[in-house]
């Protein structure tokens, strides 16, 4: 199968533009499933609680109308961040997306920074999506830190984790090839790149979006400061053998009992 990301500059607030940014990167595109960066529609540094809560949507909105249309010209499932309205809360999510339905919400469960001041922390549980034969888990950007967010998503059956961010330190895409190792997971990093100044802040972010294989390989990065479309194809059968050799399983080797909490 056919796996990508886009790597984007949004320009905060400013929804119609990004759209349009990414619909111009995927021109003639076509893959299974493309993950886009988290917050992906509005930009990420906010300056009050109200400012969030006016670019936030509920799940039918125009973020996840855009998102069927890409779905649409690509052929693909589309997986992209999103601020979510939901009865007075609002939330940093993500949503899986066909060329018809919002298939999966997921709350970003670890918030980072300011990021508390702003939106309500992840109420569901981790969950998988199976979709054309592939299963698929989302975690958002700062979960990647907490292992067991991957480790959670591998033993519900993840192949492949999708995960949008707007990542501003520098250790994620190296932790990335140990996540997938420990798992045996492939996994998409879609990441933005740009500067934000707003108020106290000034964010400068990563780049470096990444399709990391299920033995720690990396099998494409972007750059740091361009925007930038890539796709790999994969066989998700190799992340689906959970042996690293005759002897040693990374489930069945598990030993709970002996785990403190």
């Known amino acids: ?61 125009i973020t996840a109308k855009f998102l069927k249309k890409i779905a649409n010209r690509t052929n693909a499932v589309i997986v992209g961040g999103f601020i979510e309205n939901d009865n007075h809360k609002i939330y940093n999510s993500a949503m899986l997306v066909s060329k018809t339905d919002v298939i999966g919400v997921y709350r970003k469960i670890h918030l980072y920074y300011k990021e508390k001041l702003w939106f309500s922390p992840g109420d569901k549980k981790l969950r998988i999506y199976e979709i054309n034969n592939f299963k698929v888990g989302m975690m958002i950007c700062f979960d990647w830190i907490f292992p067991e967010t991957a480790r959670s998503l591998a033993l519900l059956g993840a192949d492949i984790i999708a995960h949008s961010a707007n990542l501003v330190l520098p250790f994620c895409q190296k932790a990335m090839a140990t996540r997938c190792l420990e798992n045996r997971v492939f996994a998409i990093t879609s990441n933005r790149i740009g500067n934000e100044i707003r108020g106290e802040d000034n964010f400068t972010f990563t780049g470096r979006s990444q399709i990391t294989s299920y033995n720690g390989e990396v099998l494409s990065s972007a750059p740091k400061d361009k925007t930038y479309v890539e796709f790999v194809e994969i066989e998700l059968e190799k992340a689906r053998d959970k042996h690293l050799n005759e002897f040693n399983n990374i489930v069945a080797d598990r030993r709970p009992d002996y785990y403190s909490m």
């Open 1 to 61: 199968m056919i796996i990508g990301y886009v790597q984007t500059d949004p320009i905060f607030g400013e929804k119609e533009q990004n759209f349009l940014q990414i619909e111009n990167l995927l021109k003639g595109k076509g893959a299974d499933i493309i993950v886009l960066p988290e917050l992906f529609a509005t930009g990420y540094t906010f300056i009050s609680k109200e400012e969030a809560v006016n670019l936030a949507e509920d799940i039918d909105g």
